[in-house]
């Protein structure tokens, strides 16, 4: 097996994504978001889903953001996301290479 090194970029990105994926809520959510397609999904409706507080769906959102899974929009006082597709296709292909 080669030798495998990563920049601090490279190291700062995986670690950011490996946190966001390491949450069981934060996966579901991630999942939620993506079923949606293109559609936004306002942050008030996941925390009414997931029977969370708004607090709550804010920081796992921070995260799955942080990593680029999702991206925000501000309507007035509530956030809308979406799911970054390119960023979700690959954690798919990981996600399907697990036994």
């Not at 490279?10 to 670690?15: D, G, T």
């Not at 921070?62 to 991206?71: M, P, T, Y």
Request: charged residues 20%.
């Amino acid at each position: 097996m080669s030798r495998v090194t990563l920049s601090a970029t490279q190291h700062s990105k995986a670690s950011n994504l490996f946190k966001a994926l390491a949450d069981p809520t934060r996966l579901r959510i991630l999942y939620m978001i993506a079923r949606r397609g293109e559609d936004n999904i306002c942050a008030c409706d996941l925390s009414e889903a997931l029977n969370v507080s708004a607090p709550t769906i804010t920081h796992h959102m921070k995260r799955l953001s942080a990593a680029g899974l999702v991206d925000r929009e501000q309507h007035g006082k509530w956030a809308y996301y979406s799911v970054n597709s390119a960023q979700f296709e690959r954690v798919e292909a990981i996600i399907a290479s697990i036994d």
